[in-house]
């Protein structure tokens, strides 16, 4: 015998915020309850989602506006980061992901988080090299890093 509740939040492999979903009695009232995932199905229940809807629909605005303004500190970024060089092409090691985020926060003062940049390739080599900052809410940022060596621009 399964109970109808009505899903508060997006719950995996069950459905999204605002179904209204069978459950086994067990489930709904050890879990889904418990956790304010679900709720018995009524006018109360409909009302709390309709609100909590609209305080994440409000939430999300505020974090795409953040975002797009993040965006626009770094809007033509272009990094040059200085390494040393075997043979003035090939790095010693590589360029991290933690040497760009430092990079990035030094010339445009915004602090960013590891799992925001991706990085086509391995930054290995002297080169220009394409990246792309999320930052969340579809706004991506696309910039240029440009690995120079180390002792070339120590001489120049």
């Known amino acids: 015998m399964a109970i109808e509740v009505m899903l508060m939040d997006n719950v995996k492999k069950l459905g999204k915020a605002g179904e209204i979903v069978k459950v086994a009695p067990g489930y709904a009232r050890n879990y889904l309850f418990t956790k304010g995932l679900a709720a018995v199905v009524t006018e109360a229940a409909k009302r709390r989602l309709k609100k909590l809807e609209a305080e994440r629909a409000q939430r999300a605005a505020e974090e795409k506006k953040a975002a797009q303004e993040v965006a626009k500190k770094l809007e033509k970024l272009e ?60 706004v991506v940022v696309k910039f240029k890093i440009t690995i120079l060596d180390e002792q070339a621009t120590a001489e120049a």
């Open 79 to 138: 990094l040059s980061v200085s390494a040393a060089t075997t043979d003035g092409k090939k790095l010693y090691g590589a360029v991290s992901v933690s040497d760009i985020l430092a990079a990035i926060e030094a010339n445009r003062g915004v602090a960013l988080e590891r799992s925001q940049l991706s990085i086509e390739d391995s930054l290995r080599e002297v080169g220009e090299y394409e990246a792309a900052i999320d930052l969340g809410h579809g």
